[in-house]
């Protein structure tokens, strides 16, 4: 929930100017997203997403993003597209700060997660990344192994206000990770971040995939294991086998995944819950108070990693091989 | 800023069949509007604000709020109109609080007000105000003298921790208000909050009012004090008395001020002052660091009360006679 920059109109009018959208009719900050300044802007010509980028996201990695956005939609997945100005540029700057128009999307992200919302998005899912393919730009996961111990290193003297015994397994769990590690599975760009707030529905219809600032290089099973953690627990953080078994069986109508993939299941869902406990906690232990923005509960995923810890066949997950 | 209700699509789609509007395509939070929960709405048939209402509405006042917007639309006055169900009802439950539906309105409120801003301000300030004469509701300020003595008791105690001898200046200025408080000038409804937030412009014409869950029976030219306050001191607190000359000026093209209103505003403008000052203290000695607003300045309005304590005659707001 955030607005960090407030775009004064006069500013918004020369920016626009830029675009063959017309004038701005309406501009209002949208109450989503935690790491920019997001938009609803209407002009003469339709409805949009103005972007401002703020913390978080490196400058240098917008264009990776954008043309992500634009490589996808061209394959025909519904996201948002950014919208290129008279001069083809999609990314330019609006009080001082990268910015970008995106089309807007229609739908809702769910709220509360159904069966049939999880068979969509594993379906949705594997399309995304086939539609990567032939996608040229790379961009390397800072948030996985060496992220994680750096997050680690930095948040492990004061972890165990959040809960006592957290460092000491959270010190555990990385050097399991760091030795058990995969390699050599499917990879190529993934969303990475692909929590139900991302994801929009019409009715019980997948409509569309938001917010790739996230994406990164590497394996598509990562990302599956991201999506098996955002979708298939409760809220008493019980895991839901009817839900992954609807997701990954979806999946894999639309992408295979070999046997290296289905036996890593658990080591990835383990790293996944490890890389969002991380982060929550981070942000935990370095809230201001003043900011705009809750923190999320990092012990959620502290329940999830333990769950997967206990998993050793992908048969856990209500898979039949 | 602030959605402090997050609507469930489910919930949201049984409110929905209340009314005649379609499914809903989308709806997202808007981070505008500090006391309650605003989204964006679109449906099938168009573009929407779904409010739920929170905190400092009381209830009982929202058949008045609804009642007037639905008045002013109906004199032509540009400003959110409810939609009203199928039942006829504008009012209803959603997420277990009083929710309602109005019209979405075009344009964005000026962050860096112009002259412009504040001629056009004035002329619809008196449209306003002609528009209300036979609304037949009733709804006291409860942010007048009475409200503002409430206020100071509550703060006087920690009022000298935002500024040094504040106590004693706010106790001095409630003296004095309640004894030179004029009587039996012209009143009606007013909108009594039109800050620049709450008018939208589209290029340099007004293009509506919103946000009437302030608006209570008043005096007419309290309203034009509350403005002057809010629209005509710059930045550092002076005096823009070019500003005023054309809030004031366009104002009483459209609604005359007769000799009795012109004396009393600098102690209307005063006791506007006092009430945002004091409505601002509050807020800032009861804020809790989790909540997700930001506090405003109550200094802002102490420097905007000593001013006008220094103007014996209406003359220094720009007025001729």
Chains 1, 2 share one sequence.
């Not at 501009?27 to 913390?55: D, P």
Request: proline fraction near 5%; include cysteine.
């Amino acid at each position: 929930m955030a607005v960090y920059t407030d775009v004064p109109d006069d500013e918004l009018k020369i920016f626009l100017a830029e675009y063959a959208l017309g004038e701005p009719v309406s501009c209002k900050g949208i109450a989503e997203g935690v790491e920019n300044s997001n938009y609803l802007l209407r002009t003469e010509r339709g409805t949009y997403i103005l972007t401002l980028y703020e913390r978080r996201v490196t400058p240098a990695d917008l264009p990776f993003f954008l043309g992500l956005m634009d490589h996808l939609a061209g394959k025909g997945i519904a996201c948002p597209v950014p919208i290129h100005g008279r001069d083809g540029k999609a990314l330019r700057l609006l009080c001082g700060k990268p910015a970008a128009i995106v089309s807007f999307l229609d739908g809702m992200w769910p709220r509360r997660i159904g069966t049939v919302h999880c068979a969509e998005l594993g379906a949705s899912l594997a399309r995304l990344h086939q539609a990567v393919g032939d996608f040229p730009m790379v961009r390397a996961n800072d948030l996985s192994l060496a992220g994680w111990r750096r997050l680690y290193e930095s948040c492990k003297g004061r972890a165990d206000e959040v809960q006592k015994g957290l460092a000491e397994e959270l010190e555990r769990e990385l050097r399991a990770l760091e030795g058990a590690w995969p390699q050599g599975l499917p990879q190529g760009v993934i969303h990475a971040d692909l929590f139900p707030d991302n994801v929009f529905f019409r009715g019980d219809a997948l409509s569309g995939l938001i917010d790739f600032y996230f994406a990164c290089n590497d394996f598509f099973a990562y990302d599956v294991a991201v999506c098996l953690n955002a979708w298939c627990f409760e809220a008493d953080n019980s895991f839901n086998v009817t839900k992954a078994k609807l997701l990954l069986g979806h999946y894999r109508t639309g992408r295979a995944l070999n046997a290296a993939e289905l036996a890593a299941l658990p080591i990835l869902a383990r790293g996944s819950a490890l890389r969002f406990l991380l982060t929550r906690l981070y942000d935990r232990l370095h809230h201001t108070p003043g900011a705009l923005v809750r923190p999320k509960d990092p012990l959620e995923y502290l329940a999830k990693l333990r769950f997967h810890r206990g998993i050793t066949q992908s048969s856990a997950y209500g898979l039949d091989s």
